[in-house]
Structures are given as C-alpha cells and as structure tokens.
C-alpha cells in the first residue's frame, strides 16, 4: 500500500437512469393489475368497483410514461477536440467517438471532451 496514496471514497448506487426506468415499469404494472382486480371483481354490477378501478387502470398506463420523460432529454455537447482542436458537437448520449479530423478516440464524461484510452 502506498503511503502517498489517499483513499477515494467509492460513491453508493444512485437512481440512475436504469433503475428509474425499472421503477417506472414496476409502478406502472402494479397500478394496472390492481385496477385491472377492483374493475373486474367488484365492477360486476357495483359503480365502487368502476370508480376506483378505471382511474387505476389509467394511472398505470399514464404514471410510466410521465416518470421516464426526462430519461428522454439528451443535452447537446459542444467542444474542441482534445487532440487536434477540431470542433465537434455531440450528445451527452455519447460515450466515446472518433474525432472527424484526426480520428483518434475521445470520451464524454460529465459533459467534457477528454482524450480516449486505446
């Protein structure tokens, strides 16, 4: 072990964009088929069943959908090649890419342009 060295906290799961997608999907299936039970077991000739199982059944449909959409945004990234200095302008979608100049590979990170590791 190196003296010199100082110890770098490693960072925790975070809600990342996986399991926000996973999560969505989850909420959303139990809402239907809890809307889906109350609609068709007490729905049959009971307005209670149709009143609370009908806005489940929506709810499971529409909550997925309204929780992803930020999953959908990607921010546009504008920079110089760390190489060559050519521009280049990419999403924060990209995880590496060839420059179009000197085609030597660049990774995004954090939204930066930095030089990639072959």
């Keep these: ?15 990342d964009s996986a399991y926000s ?4 999907i989850a ?5 239907f088929i809890a809307g889906l039970v109350i ?3 007490l729905g049959q000739g009971e307005t209670i069943g149709l009143v609370f199982g009908i806005p489940l059944l929506i709810a499971g449909l529409v909550l997925p959908v309204i929780m992803m959409r930020d999953l ?3 921010n546009e990234i504008t920079g110089e090649c760390p190489f060559c200095g050519a521009p280049i302008k990419t999403s924060d979608a990209t995880i590496r890419l060839n420059c179009p ?3 030597k590979l660049i990774e995004v990170r954090e939204t930066n ?3 990639g590791e072959d």
């Design 1 to 15: 072990m190196d003296p010199n060295r100082t110890d770098v906290a490693k960072s925790g799961r975070t809600f």
């Design 21 to 24: 997608f996973s999560f969505s």
């Design 27 to 31: 909420v959303g299936l139990i809402l």
């Design 39 to 41: 609609t068709l077991t």
């Design 72 to 74: 959908f945004h990607h």
């Design 101 to 103: 100049a000197c085609k």
């Design 113 to 115: 342009l930095i030089k």
